[in-house]
């Protein structure tokens, strides 16, 4: 699918088969998380790849909904903070490097068939101690990885027009 059509169907998935993703799909994916612009180039990211058979309940700290390990794969998406690069200002654009790696993760995932949902709000002392993730990585965006058994709802989106300003504000 064509790049404009892609990026209309994509959708947030709260429904999935148990069905495995295949090995050459989630290279794929994986492939287009590496090559996603940051920052100086700096990557300061990690993604973990999780099964979720047998540790439903495990996971379910992290994030309490059932869907949430409907799907074979969760993908976590960290950042690694002494990576980043910082602007003369101090603004650090970790947050912004790894949000772009799961744009990519997303999308990419979303053109093979599979369907994601991105997740903010989980409680991330648990994702710390699911994940065993060392002093100084921190766990920025979770989303389940599968094929959907749900259907697209209608988005709602503001009007370019209420988004977009030319020269000035």
Same mark, same amino acid.
């Given at each position: 699918?064509?790049?404009?059509?892609?990026?209309?169907?994509?959708?947030?998935?709260?429904?999935?088969?148990? =069905?495995?993703?295949?090995?050459?799909?989630?290279?794929?994916?994986?492939?287009?998380?590496?090559?996603?612009?940051?920052?100086?180039?700096?990557?300061?990211?990690?993604?973990?790849?999780?099964?979720?058979?047998?540790?439903?309940?495990?996971?379910?700290?992290?994030? /309490?909904?059932?869907?949430?390990?409907?799907?074979?794969?969760?993908?976590?998406?960290?950042?690694?903070?002494?990576?980043?690069?910082?602007?003369? =200002?101090?603004?650090?654009?970790?947050?912004? =490097?790894?949000?772009?790696?799961?744009?990519?993760?997303? &999308?990419?995932?979303?053109?093979? /068939? &599979?369907?994601?949902?991105?997740?903010?709000?989980?409680?991330?002392?648990?994702?710390?101690?699911?994940?065993? !993730?060392?002093? /100084?990585?921190?766990?920025?965006?979770?989303?389940? &990885?599968?094929?959907?058994?749900?259907?697209?709802?209608?988005?709602?989106?503001?009007? !370019?027009?209420? &988004?977009?300003?030319?020269?000035?504000?």
């Amino acid at each position: 699918m064509d790049f404009s059509e892609l990026i209309h169907k994509r959708y947030s998935v709260r429904a999935y088969k148990p =069905d495995a993703i295949e090995d050459d799909k989630l290279a794929e994916i994986l492939e287009a998380a590496r090559i996603a612009p940051t920052a100086a180039n700096r990557q300061p990211f990690q993604i973990i790849v999780i099964h979720t058979a047998n540790r439903q309940a495990e996971l379910r700290r992290i994030y /309490g909904r059932e869907w949430f390990t409907q799907a074979p794969l969760i993908i976590c998406a960290c950042g690694v903070p002494r990576n980043a690069w910082v602007r003369t =200002d101090k603004r650090r654009y970790l947050d912004v =490097d790894v949000a772009i790696v799961m744009d990519h993760l997303i &999308l990419a995932a979303a053109n093979l /068939g &599979l369907g994601t949902c991105w997740i903010a709000a989980f409680n991330a002392e648990a994702a710390r101690e699911v994940l065993h !993730l060392p002093e /100084g990585i921190e766990p920025l965006i979770f989303s389940p &990885l599968g094929y959907p058994s749900d259907q697209p709802k209608e988005k709602e989106r503001k009007p !370019l027009s209420e &988004l977009v300003r030319f020269e000035s504000w």
